[in-house]
């Protein structure tokens, strides 16, 4: 269920706006658009916090959400912190990384983070359309002047690893960006950083973790459903995706 408070939070004359039809970034062949908030609107983390009850993201300072002519495939996604149980692949996963160390970090530039950035964009997204060496645009995307953020490392023997950038909101974390050295594909680093994000946010008494849009069809979501239990918003509210048997 969405918290009925959260409509209270939003002003009577935030205003939105929808693009002009798109190419859709994640079913091939498909037309979107996009429901934005003003971006010129007093934006807080707690408007935030409360307009990603209702199944808004942010990218940089942009807050939106699809809002396509007849397709409801992306489906906003999180996870209840207390209800969540790993199977017994995750539970592997988990211990094969207790050997990392984790330090959080404000929202800064950093050259290191970058250079990983980069090795990882070109080896998962390349000609993708983020396949693109400018260090402003990483941090326009990343970053907000509103938002609280926190650059979470991950590293072995200083060497680093991983880094997840997380939103903190009222109601839990909300994964933003992860991004790993592409060689280290038998950790499952991302499987990973969804986990500490669950324990962290349990940690700061947090009831959820915000895990951006779920599409059935799309292979690169699948992941997101092994996370049970997974709740899915759509016409208003929250409920409980059904695993199939």
């Keep these: 269920m969405t918290n009925p408070n959260a409509f209270n939070i939003l002003?009577?004359?935030?205003?939105?706006?929808?693009?002009?039809?798109?190419?859709?970034?994640?079913?091939?062949?498909?037309?979107?658009?996009?429901?934005?908030a003003d971006p010129h609107a007093a934006m807080t983390p707690q408007l935030y916090s409360a307009l990603a009850e209702m199944g808004f993201r942010r990218s940089g300072n942009y807050?939106?959400?699809?809002?396509?002519?007849?397709?409801?495939a992306c489906r906003p996604a999180r996870i209840p912190v207390e209800g969540f149980v790993p199977d017994r692949s995750q539970r592997r996963t988990w211990r094969n990384n207790q050997d990392l160390s984790v330090t959080l970090l404000p929202p800064e530039f950093n050259a290191e983070h970058y250079e990983l950035y980069r090795q990882y964009i070109h080896s998962r997204h390349a000609d993708g359309g983020m396949d693109v060496?400018?260090?402003?645009?990483?941090?326009?995307?990343?970053?907000?002047?509103?938002?609280?953020?926190?650059?979470?490392?991950?590293?072995?023997d200083g060497r680093l690893l991983m880094i997840a950038v997380i939103d903190v909101m009222g109601d839990g974390l909300s994964a933003v960006y992860t991004?790993?050295?592409?060689?280290?594909?038998?950790?499952?680093?991302?499987?990973?950083?969804?986990m500490?994000?669950?324990?962290?946010?349990?940690?700061?008494?947090?009831?959820?973790?915000?895990?951006?849009?779920?599409?059935?069809?799309?292979?690169?979501?699948a992941y997101k459903k092994r996370f049970h239990p997974l709740e899915l918003y759509a016409r208003g509210e929250w409920r409980r995706l059904q695993q199939s048997s």
Aim: with cysteine; aromatic share 18%; net charge negative.
């Design 63 to 72: 807050v939106y959400r699809p809002r396509c002519a007849g397709c409801d």
């Design 179 to 194: 991004f790993y050295d592409p060689a280290e594909t038998r950790r499952s680093l991302g499987t990973f950083a969804v």
């Design 133 to 156: 060496d400018e260090p402003g645009r990483y941090m326009d995307f990343l970053g907000s002047d509103w938002m609280e953020i926190e650059f979470v490392e991950f590293r072995l």
């Design 11 to 36: 002003p009577a004359d935030l205003v939105f706006y929808a693009s002009p039809p798109h190419e859709c970034s994640y079913l091939p062949g498909r037309e979107a658009i996009t429901l934005f």
């Design 196 to 221: 500490w994000q669950l324990e962290e946010a349990r940690r700061r008494n947090l009831p959820y973790v915000y895990l951006g849009y779920w599409i059935d069809e799309s292979p690169k979501m």
